[in-house]
């Protein structure tokens, strides 16, 4: 697993936004808005941290 740090997620507006992005691509994750962090597996981190860069995201 890695959690991606994911510091410009402000509301549930985000999640949503992350997680229909993410479901589009068949990648399971855990958004917590709390912590402001996307838990994936590992192989699917890079592909992740891309969906997040074109989103408008940040991700550490």
Known sequence: MRIL????????????????ALKAE????????????VTVFDEKAETVIGILDDLGFDAE
Do not use: E, F, G
């Open 5 to 20: 740090n994911v510091p410009d997620m402000h509301c549930m507006h985000c999640v949503k936004r992350i997680q229909d």
């Open 26 to 37: 068949h990648i399971d994750a855990n958004i917590d808005l709390v912590s402001k962090t």
